[in-house]
Structure formats: structure tokens, C-alpha cells
């Protein structure tokens, strides 16, 4: 039998063990306070946590992950998050979209419905006092690559079917174990999610031969925005080696880009305010605030 101490010790260590995909889905948190619609289909809304007080807020605009279907959950799990975030004084907007399983998913839809949940913003700052000055993007997982992408959009060549004219401007993208390496991660990508490309970036065509030129943010290099990618020490999802390798391909374009390790952490636990690594993650939204 234990004793008082064994007991606390074991308690500890199961505590700071690395969470699991059942940890992550059950997660939740607090509810919005106000669900926008950006268009009639039943996944593109998003949420928008706001703090108490007369603000201006800066804002944390949050993109899930759930391998790009609508198998694993995600905007209902970022509650965990937008609910942390949101005691400390900042704004979230909570981006849901058409994954590639649901229709008008995939390329071109997925991108269009983040692109117009993130400009969406500019309507909602005066009415809800949104300081669009001071604005990060947090993705994780596949959610990681859309923010990378979205925060990327300035850069897209003007034949896409992606493209406008004045996307609204991001300076920093936090990446938690995101997958945003389309070209050079399709074995990871496929081996992690089950995932082909033309699920993902659709298929090419005369007009677009190459599918990676407007979906994969590494294409789109350098984007003149700073990038942390985060990582946890055990995500065997999107291994840390992801992250130095689209970090190594930033710098070399010219961009600021740079790689944190979250000890102990999964890839569940980047996204969990109950972690050890919410202590790490937090920091870095908050920085990317100047907060």
C-alpha cells in the first residue's frame, strides 16, 4: 500500500502525464458569448469569447485541428482555451470551417471559409472594441496550417481562386504542432491523419498544375510574418522534426521563424489550458500581443 507520500508522488506523475486523443476530446470550457455566422452552411461560424471590461481587446484568433475532418471534433475541445485566454483580457475568435468531409469542404472551400472568418473580423472590432493592431493566429494541427496559410494569404499569386486583394494582416502565427508543410510532409501527413492531397489541396489542372502553390504555406515563403512553432516533447503526430524543418526553410527565405519545445507535452497538450505546457503556450500569445 501507498503511503501519504507515494500517494502525492504517483498523483503528480499521473498528472503531468502527456495527454491522450480521449483527454483531448474531452475537453471544454466556457461558452461564447456571441455565434457568427459567415455563411449558410452549418460549419462556417465562429465564436467570439470576450473579456469583461471596455476593452479595446487584442485578439487571439484560434483555429482547431482534427486532421482536416469532422471526425475528431475541434472548435467545441478550443473552448478549453478561448475560455483561458479570455480571463486574461483577450479577445478570441474560435474559427470553424467546411472540413474535406463536409460539402463545399476541402480546396477550394476550407481555405475560403478560414480566409472570410478571419476578415470577418474587421466588421465586428467597433461594435465589439477589437484591437485589430494587436492580433496573433493560433492553429493547431491541421488547424496549424490553415493559421500558417491564412497569416500567408498576401503572398498568393493572383490566379488562385484564393486570392483578395487586402487580406487582413497578421504579424505573428503560433503554430501548435501544426502540419503546414504540404509538399514535403505528405508521407507524415498521410502516415499522421490518413490524408491524401487532393483531399487537401485538390487536384491540379491546367490552370493550377502545381496544387501547392496556394494551399501549402512553405510555398509561400517568405511571408513577412513572424512564426513560432510549437511542439510537444512526445507528439508523435507532428514531431518536433516538422517544426525545424519549416523553420529551417523560413529563415533561408528571409523570414523570422522560431521552434519551442513543450517538455513532457503531446499533441493534445499544446492545446490544453489544464497542462503543464499551457504555461509555455500562453506566454507566447501573450508575447505575440505584446501583453
Known amino acids: 500500500m501507498l503511503n501519504t507520500v507515494g500517494t502525492t508522488l504517483l498523483a503528480a506523475a499521473i498528472a503531468a502525464a502527456p495527454m491522450s486523443l480521449q483527454d483531448y476530446l474531452a475537453l471544454g470550457g466556457p461558452a461564447p458569448t456571441q455565434h457568427v455566422a459567415y455563411g449558410p452552411a452549418p460549419s462556417q461560424f465562429a465564436e467570439l469569447f470576450q473579456p469583461s471590461g471596455d476593452g479595446p481587446f487584442p485578439?487571439?484568433?484560434?483555429?482547431?485541428?482534427?486532421?482536416?475532418?469532422?471526425?475528431?471534433?475541434g472548435i467545441t475541445q478550443m473552448h478549453n482555451m478561448a475560455g483561458a485566454l479570455q480571463q486574461q483580457g483577450i479577445a478570441?475568435?474560435?474559427v470553424e470551417y467546411r472540413r474535406f468531409d463536409e460539402e463545399g469542404g476541402g480546396y477550394p472551400g476550407m481555405?475560403?471559409?478560414?480566409?472570410?472568418?478571419?476578415?470577418?473580423?474587421?466588421v465586428l472590432a467597433p461594435e465589439r472594441r477589437l484591437d485589430l493592431s494587436r492580433i496573433v493566429l493560433v492553429g493547431h494541427s491541421a488547424g496549424g496550417h490553415l493559421a500558417q496559410w491564412a497569416a500567408a494569404r498576401?503572398?498568393?499569386?493572383?490566379?488562385?481562386?484564393?486570392?483578395?486583394?487586402?487580406?487582413?494582416?497578421?504579424?505573428t502565427v503560433i503554430s501548435l504542432g501544426g502540419l503546414a508543410d504540404l509538399r514535403n510532409e505528405q508521407s507524415l501527413i498521410k502516415t499522421s491523419?490518413?490524408?491524401?492531397?487532393?483531399?487537401?489541396a485538390g487536384t491540379a489542372s491546367a490552370a493550377r498544375p502545381d496544387i501547392f502553390?496556394?494551399?501549402?504555406?512553405?510555398?509561400?515563403?517568405?511571408?513577412?510574418?513572424?512564426?513560432?512553432?510549437?511542439?510537444?516533447?512526445?507528439?508523435?503526430?507532428?514531431?518536433?522534426?516538422?517544426?525545424?524543418?519549416?523553420?529551417?526553410?523560413?529563415?533561408?527565405?528571409?523570414d523570422h521563424a522560431e521552434v519551442i519545445v513543450l517538455p513532457g507535452g503531446s499533441h493534445y497538450d499544446e492545446v490544453a489550458a489544464s497542462s503543464p505546457s499551457w504555461t509555455i503556450v500562453s506566454a507566447q500569445i501573450r508575447k505575440a500581443l505584446g501583453l
Open 193 to 200: 491523419c490518413d490524408r491524401d492531397m487532393a483531399q487537401l
Open 111 to 122: 481555405y475560403h471559409d478560414v480566409a472570410t472568418a478571419l476578415d470577418r473580423l474587421r
Open 154 to 171: 498576401a503572398r498568393l499569386p493572383r490566379s488562385s481562386p484564393l486570392y483578395v486583394a487586402d487580406p487582413l494582416p497578421v504579424p
Open 213 to 254: 502553390s496556394d494551399t501549402s504555406p512553405a510555398e509561400l515563403l517568405p511571408t513577412g510574418v513572424r512564426t513560432v512553432l510549437i511542439h510537444g516533447e512526445f507528439d508523435t503526430i507532428s514531431p518536433l522534426r516538422a517544426g525545424q524543418d519549416y523553420a529551417r526553410r523560413a529563415h533561408a527565405a528571409g
Open 92 to 94: 478570441v475568435w474560435n
Open 59 to 73: 485578439v487571439a484568433v484560434i483555429v482547431h485541428g482534427g486532421c482536416w475532418t469532422k471526425e475528431f471534433g
